[in-house]
């Protein structure tokens, strides 16, 4: 399910626009499929910019090779940060958004409970495509904290509520209107809007796993030793 994918003939498709660092290329992506492959790219810095992200650190080459792996697996992600503790004092949680198409309702409760059971909290949210040529669609939210005991569906309310009681208050929730999508700036780095022009995709799940301790988990590391687990069982 999450075995390295080659992505060898889109290479020639995009070779001239990735030479110029043509940011225009991705308006004139057509699949999930290409979408993954310019993150990459993006990655490995042949690209500057996606639509939602400005130039990457290449300093963080660990994280970013982790990173690569992730999308090399059919994983589209780009925007995460380690845990750490800086020079001032400041400490930084570890965090990770990713996309994620996964068919199976059951495989994707195993997926997010492996992933909360490897000691991180889980967001995430699946859209779903209610027939032919119809927009991605919120279905449902999933949260599963560690130190809440809370492993259940919940509505948005309900997480706007658990902001203000348990104090993670930097955590930004998207929001939806009458069960549809509507365009938000919210808790994903990529917009869900850019997916509805890609057919292929149905069961879409926007993840946020982070952790609430200033340790050294790392959020990325975290992913890819799940996937890798749940590869190996399958």
Request: with cysteine.
């Amino acid at each position: 399910m999450f075995s390295l994918k080659s992505f060898a003939h889109l290479e020639s498709k995009f070779a001239d626009d990735i030479k110029a660092n043509n940011l225009d290329v991705w308006n004139r992506v057509e699949s999930y499929e290409e979408f993954n492959y310019l993150t990459i790219e993006y990655l490995r810095g042949n690209l500057s910019e996606t639509p939602y992200n400005g130039p990457i650190n290449l300093d963080r080459q660990s994280s970013i090779l982790t990173l690569i792996n992730l999308n090399q697996r059919g994983i589209i992600t780009s925007d995460g940060q380690c845990s750490c503790i800086k020079e001032d004092g400041y400490q930084q949680r570890s965090f990770l958004e990713f996309y994620i198409i996964i068919e199976s309702k059951f495989i994707v409760d195993h997926f997010l409970t492996k992933l909360n059971n490897r000691g991180v909290n889980v967001i995430a949210d699946v859209f779903t495509r209610m027939g032919k040529d119809k927009e991605l669609t919120y279905i449902t939210t999933y949260f599963k904290s560690r130190s809440q005991s809370i492993d259940k569906l919940i509505t948005h309310k309900d997480i706007l509520d658990l902001e203000e009681k348990n104090g993670i208050e930097y955590w930004t929730i998207s929001r939806y209107e009458n069960d549809s999508l509507r365009t938000t700036s919210g808790a994903v780095g990529l917009e869900i809007d850019s997916f509805n022009n890609f057919p292929e995709i149905n069961n879409l799940i926007a993840c946020n796993i982070f952790s609430e301790e200033w340790d050294s988990l790392e959020c990325d590391q975290v992913l890819l030793d799940c996937i890798t687990e749940i590869d190996s069982n399958t």
